[in-house]
Nanobody
Framework: QVQLVESGGGLVQAGGSLRLSCAAS????????MGWFRQAPGKEREFVAT???????VLADSVKGRFTISRDNAKNTVHLQMNTLKPEDTAVYYC?????????????????WGQGIQVTVSS
């Protein structure tokens, strides 16, 4: 089993920054992709960013230029640096792990999920 624990969420004003972290433990597999998704109230969960074991990244168009995803393989952690935050970024953010390394933007490819963490951006 894999456990994913997110941290770093909170309340921030528009234009501000937050850094989310996700720590993976348990059987994390020798190679994996780790991603971030988010779900705003009344909306479906959507892709935000993903990163492969080797560091290849994919970001959603809505966050390109503002968000950066990175990882520390030695610590089994992934980070999401969020800059120039907007009220529309308000959502519960979920960390996810894909053991098959598909670098997918679809949540269907991810095998393990964190509990989620709230990010609120005030206008």
């Amino acid at each position: 089993q894999v456990q994913l624990v997110e941290s770093g969420g909170g309340l921030v004003q528009a234009g501000g920054s937050l850094r989310l972290s996700c720590a993976a433990s348990g059987r994390t597999f020798s190679r994996n992709d780790m991603g971030w998704f988010r779900q705003a109230p009344g909306k479906e969960r959507e892709f935000v960013a993903t990163i492969s074991w080797s560091g290849t990244t994919v970001l959603a168009d809505s966050v390109k230029g503002r968000f950066t995803i990175s990882r520390d393989n030695a610590k089994n952690t992934v980070h999401l640096q969020m800059n120039t935050l907007k009220p529309e970024d308000t959502a519960v953010y979920y960390c996810a792990l894909d053991k098959h390394t598909s670098l997918s933007t679809s949540q269907n490819f991810y095998d393990y999920w964190g509990q989620g963490i709230q990010v609120t951006v005030s206008s």
